[in-house]
């Protein structure tokens, strides 16, 4: 029977979705992590601009000497040390500066739940590690045949050791189930706020 004051009954609207849980320690102390990669590499950009110089010519330049084809007719260590030294400042601090934008970006952007950011950061840390392996290994094998090798500070070589184990450990943080429920959890508010439905 039709209604005679022309009312329409209408479906009830769907409930709102419930508001996302609270951050989960495994993704805080993710977010954590990446803050400190961002500081480990203003550590490495600072060391780098501060260094002894001089003392990285003499090892570059003793490094050169020490291997059977150098020719100082033909080429001058000292001379070569004085050009690529300054460039090799240069160039560090720029990917310093570079670095220390990623990991604030990622530590951002994880931090609020978007699960792009968190599979940007996993690829970023797969390249990292894999050019960190690659280092490692060209390392080792040049000193094992007696090739040429980059003289690098103590300072240097820690920071070099730590941040591989750091971006593992980030990583199999931002993996763990509590982790992905938040993301997951996130973006279905995301999702729900979008279409209407959820305004929290």
Do not use: C, H
Request: net charge neutral; charged share 10%; aromatic share 10%.
């Amino acid at each position: 029977m039709s209604d005679p004051y022309g009312y329409q009954a209408y479906p009830a609207p769907a409930a709102p979705p419930t508001a996302p849980p609270e951050r989960p320690k495994t993704l805080t102390y993710a977010v954590y992590g990446m803050w400190l990669g961002g500081l480990l590499s203003i550590v490495s950009t600072v060391f780098l601009l501060t260094m002894d110089t001089t003392e990285m010519k003499t090892l570059m330049v003793t490094e050169m000497e020490k291997q059977p084809t150098y020719d100082p007719s033909v080429l001058d260590a000292r001379e070569m040390a004085d050009v690529f030294v300054p460039i090799i400042q240069i160039g560090g601090t720029v990917l310093g500066l570079i670095f220390l934008g990623v990991w604030v970006w990622m530590a951002v952007m994880n931090g609020k739940g978007r699960n792009w950011a968190r599979i940007t950061a996993t690829v970023l840390g797969a390249l990292s590690l894999a050019g960190s392996m690659s280092s490692l290994a060209n390392v080792a094998g040049n000193a094992a045949l007696g090739g040429a090798t980059m003289p690098t500070s103590t300072v240097g070589t820690v920071l070099a050791v730590v941040d591989p184990f750091l971006v593992v450990a980030i990583l199999v943080l931002l993996w763990l189930r509590p982790s992905s429920a938040y993301f997951s959890a996130v973006g279905a508010a995301r999702k729900a706020q979008r279409t209407g439905y959820y305004t929290g």
